[in-house]
């Protein structure tokens, strides 16, 4: 059984990826209103990772026998201004999302508890991966996202995401 701390600070990582899925799939629909489809299809692909991170953790609470306790989950941005700074955004809020698992690994450090550092492991690489994704995206789009041939061959690229 897992520790209540580390049960809240679980269930609380469960909202923050439902919610990571509700602000990517709002900024997925922000990109089809533009006609960026493939940059559409990568952001709702990501809001479906989200999910999977989402049921991750539950499943795991589950496992240890240890209570999931679903809340609310808040109203996501709607309104954007642009690709660059959409991705941004991404990359400010992937940071957060880094800060609140290394907050999981923490606790569980100081709690010696070995099976919640072993599965935490997973989300850490994940978020390394996640950034450096999003970062490799920003800097191409300010190399050459005002021409729009770059920024049609880059949204057909990101389209390809299985
Ligand atoms: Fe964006 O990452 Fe989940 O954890």
Same mark, same amino acid.
């Given at each position: 059984?897992?520790?209540?701390?580390?049960?809240?600070?679980?269930?609380?990582?469960?909202?923050?990826?439902?919610?990571?899925?509700?602000?990517?799939?709002?900024?997925?629909? @922000?990109?089809? +209103?533009?006609?960026?489809?493939?940059?559409?299809?990568?952001?709702?692909? !990501? /809001?479906? $990772? *989200?999910?999977?991170?989402?049921?991750?953790?539950?499943?795991?609470?589950?496992?240890?026998?240890?209570?999931?306790?679903?809340?609310?989950?808040?109203?996501?941005?709607?309104?954007?201004?642009?690709?660059?700074?959409?991705?941004?955004?991404? @990359?400010?809020? +992937?940071?957060?999302?880094?800060?609140?698992?290394?907050?999981?690994?923490? !606790? /569980?450090? $100081? *709690?010696?508890?070995?099976?919640?550092?072993?599965?935490?492991?997973?989300?850490?690489?994940?978020?390394?991966?996640?950034?450096?994704?999003?970062?490799?995206?920003?800097?191409?789009?300010?190399?050459?996202?005002?021409?729009?041939?770059?920024? @049609?061959?880059?949204?057909?690229?990101?389209?390809?995401?299985?």
């Amino acid at each position: 059984m897992i520790s209540d701390k580390i049960n809240e600070i679980i269930n609380e990582q469960i909202n923050k990826e439902f919610y990571s899925g509700y602000l990517y799939l709002s900024m997925s629909a @922000y990109m089809k +209103e533009l006609g960026l489809f493939g940059f559409s299809s990568w952001l709702k692909h !990501q /809001a479906k $990772e *989200e999910v999977e991170h989402g049921l991750k953790l539950f499943d795991y609470l589950i496992s240890r026998n240890s209570f999931v306790t679903l809340k609310q989950i808040r109203t996501p941005e709607f309104e954007f201004h642009g690709i660059i700074s959409v991705f941004n955004k991404i @990359y400010e809020h +992937e940071k957060c999302i880094t800060e609140s698992v290394m907050k999981v690994a923490k !606790q /569980a450090e $100081e *709690e010696c508890d070995r099976t919640t550092l072993s599965f935490i492991d997973w989300f850490i690489n994940e978020q390394i991966e996640e950034e450096q994704n999003v970062k490799d995206i920003i800097k191409r789009l300010e190399l050459f996202g005002d021409d729009k041939v770059s920024l @049609y061959l880059m949204d057909k690229e990101l389209g390809e995401r299985q």
